[in-house]
C-alpha cells in the first residue's frame, strides 16, 4: 500500500509541482485518506492521496481482491484567491473513503452528493465525476494491478444534480458548453437549466 501512494504522490507532484499544504483525514472503518494542495498564481488544485492503496470493489461481491479492480483519486481545480476553498478537504475526503466505507465504484458521470456546502458560502453540494487522464495521466502498476486513474471533480449545484439525475452527465456537460460555463470560479452561479 505504501509504495503505491509513494508512486501516486510522485505523479501528482510531477503534474502540479510542490504541495503548499496537506491534510489528513480518518473516518471509521476507512483507511487514512491525505488531501495535498497545489497552488499556483490563478490555480488551487486540491488532490487526494490514500484512495487508490485498495481497489475499489464491486459491493455485491464476496470477496474483495486485494490486487486487481479499479483504483482512483480525484483531483479539484478552482481559481485562486476568489473564495475560500480550504473547507472542501473534507468533502473531498468524504468521495475518496466512499469505496472503503460504502462501496461506491468511481467512474466518469457519478455524481458525489455530500449533503452540504462544500466550503462555506459555496452554492455547490456534489460534484460530478469527469473524465480521467485529462490533467494526470494514468499511473500504470505492476501487473496484475490496475492503473491508478486521477479522476477530475466538477461542482454541481443542487439544481445542476438534479437535472443530471434526470438527464445525464452527458446532457450536463453538453449545457455547461452551450451556456459558457467555468467551472473552476468557485463563486459561480448554476448554469440556467431549460
Known amino acids: 500500500m505504501g509504495e503505491i501512494l509513494a508512486l501516486v504522490e510522485a505523479r501528482l507532484r510531477s503534474a502540479f509541482g510542490e504541495p503548499d499544504a496537506r491534510?489528513?483525514?480518518?473516518?471509521?472503518?476507512?483507511?487514512?485518506?491525505?488531501?495535498?494542495?497545489?497552488?499556483?498564481?490563478?490555480?488551487?488544485?486540491?488532490?487526494?492521496?490514500?484512495?487508490?492503496?485498495?481497489?475499489?470493489?464491486?459491493?455485491?461481491?464476496?470477496?474483495?481482491?486485494?490486487?486487481?479492480?479499479?483504483?482512483?483519486?480525484?483531483?479539484?481545480?478552482?481559481?485562486?484567491?476568489?473564495?475560500?476553498?480550504?473547507?472542501?478537504?473534507?468533502?473531498?475526503?468524504?468521495?475518496?473513503?466512499?469505496?472503503?466505507?460504502?462501496?461506491v465504484v468511481l467512474a466518469a458521470g457519478n455524481a458525489m452528493d455530500v449533503g452540504e456546502p462544500l466550503w462555506p458560502g459555496a452554492p455547490f453540494t456534489s460534484f460530478l465525476v469527469a473524465e480521467p487522464g485529462g490533467l494526470v495521466d494514468d499511473l500504470l502498476l505492476p501487473v496484475p494491478s490496475d492503473p491508478?486513474?486521477?479522476?477530475?471533480?466538477?461542482?454541481?449545484?443542487?439544481?445542476?444534480?438534479?437535472?443530471?439525475?434526470?438527464?445525464?452527465?452527458?446532457?450536463?456537460?453538453?449545457?455547461w458548453l452551450t451556456h459558457p460555463t467555468d467551472l473552476r470560479d468557485p463563486l459561480r452561479r448554476g448554469v440556467t437549466l431549460p
Not at 486521477?150 to 453538453?174: C, I, Q
Request: hydrophobic share 50%.
Open 23 to 103: 491534510a489528513a483525514v480518518t473516518f471509521v472503518g476507512a483507511e487514512r485518506v491525505e488531501v495535498l494542495r497545489f497552488t499556483t498564481d490563478d490555480l488551487v488544485r486540491y488532490a487526494t492521496l490514500g484512495m487508490s492503496a485498495q481497489p475499489m470493489a464491486d459491493p455485491v461481491a464476496v470477496l474483495a481482491d486485494p490486487l486487481r479492480g479499479p483504483r482512483a483519486e480525484v483531483v479539484l481545480t478552482v481559481r485562486a484567491g476568489r473564495a475560500d476553498t480550504s473547507a472542501v478537504l473534507r468533502p473531498l475526503a468524504v468521495v475518496a473513503a466512499s469505496p472503503q466505507v460504502e462501496g
Open 148 to 175: 491508478v486513474s486521477f479522476y477530475p471533480l466538477l461542482p454541481m449545484t443542487p439544481n445542476e444534480a438534479a437535472w443530471k439525475r434526470v438527464h445525464g452527465a452527458d446532457a450536463l456537460r453538453s449545457l
